[in-house]
């Protein structure tokens, strides 16, 4: 389950994981890390190098279809929406809109994200897998206990296979 909860690009448990409109996350430091001017290279966007997925494993017909394609759109007007970020088919900039100031390609299925001035900070935070990371690395600390102490108990160091009693001492038969 651990490698569901780390970012592709960082390969670390999520840090204020964000949500792209192609429903893939990141965490918002390697987002903001890899957006870039729309009219830059597209190798220099690209700092998940081991990621998995690549361009000969997507479905061509998908990714260009009208309901695969991703897109998002909000209001950049100074309506109650929030901030605006246009999400468009992988594998070349389709439709890129005009007055976009920063982009990332997901790392995962390369589909472009455009943003306007506030960048990846427009990205809806993803609050369901921060909670999930909170509760994994607080179990992952959980000390557990001996279950024959009286009293207090102190800290088990075996747990038998038999009965599966986690135990601070260990037996010798």
Known sequence: M???LRCPCCKELFSEPVLLPCWHALCLSCAVNLQAPPDSP???????SNAPGSDQEA???SILSETDSGVV????SNSSRPGSYVGTPGNGNCFPPSGGTLFLSCPICHKNVYFDEGGAHNLPKYRAMQRIVEKYQEARNVRLQCQMCEGEPKEAIVSCEQCEVRLNFALIY
């Not at 597209?42 to 998940?48: A, K, Q, R, V, Y």
């Not at 759109?73 to 950049?76: D, E, G, N, V």
């Open 2 to 4: 651990e490698d569901e």
């Open 42 to 48: 597209p190798e220099s966007t690209t700092d998940c």
């Open 73 to 76: 759109c909000s209001s950049t």
């Open 59 to 61: 479905d061509k017909l």
